[in-house]
Nanobody, 127 residues
Framework: QVQLVESGGGLVQAGGSLRLSCAAS????????MGWFRQAPGKEREFVAA????????YYANSVKGRFTISRDNAKNTVYLQINSLKPEDTAIYSC????????????????????WGQGTQVTVSS
């Protein structure tokens, strides 16, 4: 089992940047594909970004492509989400997730493919 704890959220002005972190417990972090999702008030949770076990393969939602960067450090059991050029519509609770499925070089894009979830960190962007 994996426990995930996010950090790094906060209140930021439009155009600003944040770096979210997700620390995972356990010794098998590198065996999980990782992803970030977000949920805005009154909306469903949506996919943001995903990364393969090795970190070589990444995938982004169109709405964040070019502004967000997902990365991971398997030695530190941590996955990151660098968020640049923030917009008010990026306001949401951001959660990381870990999935056991897929091949070693693949990423997971659907929330149903993920097995473990963190509690989330709030990102609020003011205009």
């Amino acid at each position: 089992q994996v426990q995930l704890v996010e950090s790094g959220g906060g209140l930021v002005q439009a155009g600003g940047s944040l770096r979210l972190s997700c620390a995972a417990s356990g010794r098998t972090f590198s065996s999980y594909a990782m992803g970030w999702f977000r949920q805005a008030p009154g909306k469903e949770r949506e996919f943001v970004a995903a990364i393969s076990r090795s970190g070589i393969m990444t995938y982004y939602a169109n709405s964040v492509k070019g502004r967000f960067t997902i990365s991971r450090d398997n030695a530190k059991n941590t996955v990151y989400l660098q968020i640049n050029s923030l917009k008010p519509e990026d306001t949401a609770i951001y959660s990381c997730a870990a999935g056991r499925g897929g091949s070693g070089s693949s990423y997971l894009r659907s929330r149903d493919e993920y097995d473990y979830w963190g509690q989330g960190t709030q990102v609020t962007v003011s205009s």
